[in-house]
């Protein structure tokens, strides 16, 4: 099994976990899919797009849930963001609508997270963006 190799690799890659719970869940396979990510969880508690996928093994109400964990963790996550509207729409429930951000105001929260002198620690950069991201 691929996975497994895989995950034998890099057993702390964070990517490939999250990789392999997408892949499982695409396949149809959601325990399985939960259960990569209750394991991604433990390493990586603060890991937002576990949470935006836990979200698609989901239905509601624990999608929403999820979806809006990831949310929480990283605002930019625009298919989070996107999934808890329709969510919040196909449930009915206007009263725990958030607005999603504009395009704006993710460029600023993502400028602001790059910018934070602990962001770049936590990255091992230093708080100087690279060049490539001005156009951002």
């Not at 499982?24 to 991604?40: D, G, S």
């Not at 625009?78 to 009263?95: Q, V």
Request: glycine share 2%; aromatic share 8%; hydrophobic share 40%.
């Amino acid at each position: 099994d691929a996975a497994k190799i895989l995950s034998a690799s890099a057993p702390l890659n964070r990517d490939v976990w999250y990789l392999i719970a997408a892949n499982q869940r695409c396949l149809n396979q959601i325990y399985e899919a939960l259960e990569t990510l209750r394991r991604l969880q433990q390493q990586q508690p603060g890991f937002s797009l576990l949470f935006q996928e836990r979200g698609y093994c989901y239905t509601t109400p624990r999608a929403i849930d999820a979806f809006a964990r990831a949310v929480e963790l990283n605002p930019a996550l625009t298919t989070s963001w996107t999934m808890l509207e329709r969510l919040y729409l196909l449930t009915g429930d206007a009263k725990i609508q958030r607005p999603r951000p504009s395009v704006l105001e993710l460029r600023n929260i993502y400028h602001r997270t790059l910018y934070a002198p602990e962001a770049s620690s936590r990255m091992g950069t230093s708080p100087t963006p690279k060049r490539s991201c001005a156009h951002i």
